[in-house]
């Protein structure tokens, strides 16, 4: 069945994670006339009984958070709860004095689903916490909540890398953390197709990640691991506290890069957005509604069901291997573009024009600046962006920022997988693979083309009653209809420049008994994206 297990580190994880179940939740069809989904339901959900008997189908995920941060979730839900159950043989005969934290109320959507009723308009306001918006059932064993540290402490905050690395190294050694929380979901597994991991890797979940990964990799020597890479808007936050979340990031990808099979940050653009997208960045439930608009269109095809898409299903370790083309290239840049629908060009109704978010043309979306090998790398084929890069490691902090501009002007491409889902978004690309093939005469294009893999499903991204209105159309009306998408996933060298940034600007802030060996772990994972184009050899074109 090609099952891929979830694990959820952190509570920005978690809302993106929520988010992303929620939609999951949506592609279920029930009762006649509903059609049959696309979406093979067996890859994210496990089968079971409930306590009464009745079968369940559950996520197929461990959800880690810490202290306060599950909000009114209880790890015993209303399916897996047994009415009557004795209390425990008391183990001291003494006076005992029971002391209870005053419980977190549930939410008014929470209220609403489990009376059947119209849910409210939720806002930032009334989300507090990413349970607030959930839509499913958890099984108790996918609810860990790490105890030693709390949410939101003042006291200690959970935000330093290092701490992470130790909270795991402790938990492991008391529970071994694989074995209690993550094997029986493997076990029970026929074929597994791969572990996808959301987490933090600006604070400290970066460093709990990098444990964790290690340990999977002893375990699970092949199994494909994809990680999306979390990073928190920086706006209005003290110049230290940006630096040591620059700090973390560098830990995290110097530890992460080698260990997963494809490491897939996520960032709010620090320029302005499109004028398709309006965001409050700080709101987490915003912010990762944002994030799982790209992540879960642009893995829409490793849960597809082959007999209904043959050509537009794959799996996790395939798709690895079209992007990672020398075997050293795991971090990959994420974009997207929510797509309009067609309008008539010039009152005609026979021509239509597809435009993007940011009223372009839809055949000129996917044109990133990228070098041209056919005139020896002193052109370039002119390429204009999706709407949002959510790619970016530029934090304005000095060198980085100039490095990070710098490297956007000219990028050489390995490989990119394009996605369009919905039938706007499938036109648009139709559209642009005849323009391809009628400039195909020219080096730049007729390369860029053997670079890309194309996906596509008429499935359209659903616009829930749990999601914030962030999409807007080309009129700034909030859109509430089932979006059309397109996202590029793609290794390419910018990733060099940006990481040579970020080691010249944290290196200095990291301590002497580690700064040797992240600066060169930095560098050797930049390195990896010259290999076959920067000493002006063709050879990566015919293995591309």
Same mark, same amino acid.
């Given at each position: 069945m090609h099952e891929i297990i979830t694990l959820q580190l952190g509570q920005q994880s978690n809302y993106l994670a929520t988010h992303f179940w929620n939609t999951q939740e949506s592609y279920f069809t029930f009762g006649e006339g509903a059609g049959e989904s696309p979406v093979n339901h067996d890859v994210h959900f496990r089968p079971g009984l409930g306590a009464d008997g009745t079968e369940t189908f559950m996520p197929r995920t461990v959800i880690y958070d810490l202290k306060g941060g599950f909000g009114s979730m209880r790890k015993i839900n209303a399916l897996y709860e047994e009415e009557g159950a004795d209390n425990p043989t008391a183990l001291w005969n003494g006076k005992t004095v029971v002391q209870k934290q005053q419980p977190i109320d549930m939410s008014e959507y929470q209220a609403s689903l489990d009376a059947g009723s119209a849910p409210p308009e939720l806002t930032t306001q009334n989300v507090r916490y990413w349970s607030d918006f959930s839509r499913v059932y958890y099984h108790p064993r996918s609810i860990v909540q790490l105890n030693e540290y709390e949410l939101g402490s003042t006291l200690m905050p959970f935000e330093k890398w290092g701490m992470g690395e130790e909270l795991f190294a402790s938990l492991d050694k008391d529970h071994d953390l694989l074995d209690r929380d993550l094997r029986p979901f493997v076990e029970e597994a026929d074929q597994m197709q791969g572990v996808q991991i959301m987490t933090g890797i600006d604070d400290a979940w970066g460093g709990f990640a990098a444990k964790y990964v290690e340990r999977m990799r002893d375990e699970y020597g092949k199994t494909p691991i994809w990680l999306w890479g979390l990073q928190e808007p920086n706006a209005g936050i003290p110049r230290e506290k940006r630096l040591l979340r620059l700090t973390n990031k560098a830990r995290s990808f110097a530890a992460l890069s080698s260990q997963v099979?494809?490491?897939?940050?996520?960032? =709010?653009?620090?320029?302005?957005?499109?004028?398709?997208? =309006?965001? !409050?960045?700080?709101?987490?439930? *915003? =912010?990762?509604?944002?994030? &799982?608009?790209?992540?879960?269109?642009?893995?829409?095809?490793?849960?597809?069901?082959? *007999?209904? !898409?043959?050509?537009?299903?794959?799996?996790? %370790?395939? #798709?690895? !291997?079209?992007? *990672? #083309?020398? %075997?050293?290239?795991?971090?990959? &840049?994420?974009?997207?573009? @929510?797509?309009? @629908?067609?309008? @008539?060009? !010039? %009152?005609?109704? *026979? %021509?239509?024009?597809?435009?993007?978010?940011?009223g372009e043309l839809i055949s000129r979306l996917n044109e990133m600046s990228y070098e041209d090998e056919e005139d020896g790398g002193g052109g370039q084929s002119r390429v204009e962006p999706l709407d949002v890069d959510l790619s970016s490691l530029d934090e304005n902090l000095g060198m980085l920022a100039t490095a990070v501009r710098g490297g956007r002007k000219k990028a050489h491409l390995f490989s990119q997988l394009e996605t369009a889902r919905g039938e706007d978004a499938i036109k648009a690309a139709s559209r642009e693979e005849e323009d391809d093939e009628k400039h195909e005469q020219y080096g730049s294009r007729a390369q860029r083309r053997q670079k890309s893999h194309r996906y596509q499903s008429s499935l359209s991204y659903p616009m829930l009653d749990s999601y914030p209105r962030i999409f807007r159309d080309k009129d700034g009306t909030q859109r509430r209809d089932p979006l059309s998408m397109r996202t590029v996933l793609s290794t390419d060298s910018s990733v060099m420049t940006r990481l040579r940034g970020l080691r010249t600007t944290v290196v200095r802030s990291i301590g002497l008994e580690d700064r040797e060996d992240i600066g060169n772990e930095l560098a050797e994972v930049a390195e990896a994206y010259k290999e076959g184009w920067s000493s002006g050899s063709d050879d990566d074109d015919d293995d591309a």
């Open positions: 099979s494809l490491l897939i940050p996520l960032s =709010v653009p620090s320029r302005s957005l499109a004028r398709s997208v =309006v965001l !409050d960045k700080a709101s987490a439930w *915003n =912010v990762t509604a944002l994030f &799982n608009a790209a992540m879960e269109s642009t893995s829409l095809y490793t849960r597809l069901k082959p *007999n209904s !898409d043959q050509a537009n299903s794959a799996t996790m %370790g395939s #798709v690895t !291997d079209m992007l *990672n #083309v020398f %075997g050293k290239q795991t971090i990959a &840049n994420l974009q997207m573009s @929510p797509v309009e @629908p067609p309008a @008539p060009v !010039d %009152g005609s109704s *026979n %021509g239509i024009q597809i435009l993007s978010g940011r």
